[in-house]
């Protein structure tokens, strides 16, 4: 009888232990359409997509680049796989895109990032940019997200190779085509599943530096139809 009591007052106290945890559980996952920011899609961090993100940014010239891109025209530039990438503005400010997207598509992006490439000390400069954030906003639908500071993700150790083609925006702006190494990303990004087939909304600002006087914004609006592939 003493054993059957000890093991119900184990199971008990693994019971209470269990329901204790479950709320810290829980209050880690403040935007449940959202990846978290630990978390692998298709086998790969955020940091990691930070990185992929960097070489398809720059790929484009300027003429059909996402970055530069003020009404969604271009959104489709360069996409591939079944992660689609949503762009900020270079060098920052606003843009408002409308965008048709297939469905089945996760979709990734910055609220405000960076990167450094074979300048030395890569990271502790990327780092230092984005220290500086003062501002983070994000909405998927009219509903805002939070806890936007847990979503910060940069380059795993070792950095990444940025591939620089020809006739793209960076060669345009001066920069060798080649590869570049070591790269390195820094920023908040967002990860969501895909969305189902109809109207969505997601708007995302990003400011760097002093809230009144800062060195950098960007404040981006996306419209978007996700449609049946194919259609």
């Known amino acids: 009888m003493k054993e059957k009591k000890l093991i119900v007052a ?10 204790l945890a479950v709320p810290e559980v829980y209050a880690k996952n403040y935007n449940p359409g959202v990846l978290p920011p630990h978390s692998k899609a298709l086998g790969k961090t955020y940091g990691e997509w930070g990185d ?8 484009a010239p300027s003429a059909t680049n996402p970055l530069l891109d003020e009404t969604g025209s271009n959104c ?3 996409q591939s796989g079944h992660i689609w990438f949503l762009a900020g503005v270079w060098n920052g400010g606003s843009a408002e895109r409308t ?6 598509q996760f979709l990734f992006f910055p609220l405000v990032n960076t990167f450094l490439a074979a300048e030395g000390d890569e ?3 990327a780092n230092a940019f984005i220290d500086k954030v003062s501002i983070l906003e994000c909405s998927i639908d009219g ?4 806890n936007l500071s847990s979503y910060r993700a940069e380059s795993p150790e070792g950095g990444f190779v940025l591939t620089v083609p ?3 925006l960076f060669t345009e702006l001066g920069a060798p085509a080649g590869d570049y190494a070591p790269a390195v990303s820094d920023g908040y990004w967002i990860m969501l599943p895909p969305l189902p087939a109809g109207e969505h909304e997601i708007k995302f600002r990003g400011v760097v530096g002093d809230r009144e006087n800062h060195d950098f914004e960007t404040d981006v609006t996306y419209h978007l139809t996700i449609v049946p592939a194919g259609k």
């Open 166 to 168: 020809p006739d793209s």
């Open 123 to 125: 990271r502790a400069k």
């Open 52 to 59: 992929i993100w960097w070489n398809w940014a720059v790929q």
């Open 10 to 19: 184990g199971l008990l106290l693994a019971f209470i232990l269990t329901v």
């Open 76 to 78: 489709d530039v360069g």
């Open 143 to 146: 509903v805002p997200l939070q």
């Open 99 to 104: 965008c048709t997207i297939p469905t089945g």
